[in-house]
């Protein structure tokens, strides 16, 4: 078994700052796509466990797999403005 090693506080709080630029980034793109109501709405799924990709579909009407591929595009793509 590989060698685990440890990751201190600084790690951490990189990898926090990181994984919220990316929940940050993926939320603006469903509110300029879908509007901030559907990611509401999105939201209250999720807490009523219904699971995630059921969660996209009942949401946005498309199959979270096409979303994901709109998603990517759109961070290849240069920004608006």
Known sequence: MPERKSTGSAQTVNDLREMNAKLA?????????????????????????VPLEDAFEATFGEKMSVIEKAWAASLRSPPKG
């Open 25 to 49: 980034a993926t939320a603006r793109f469903l509110i300029d796509r879908y509007g901030e109501k559907k990611l509401e709405y999105l939201y209250s799924q999720f807490k009523r466990g």
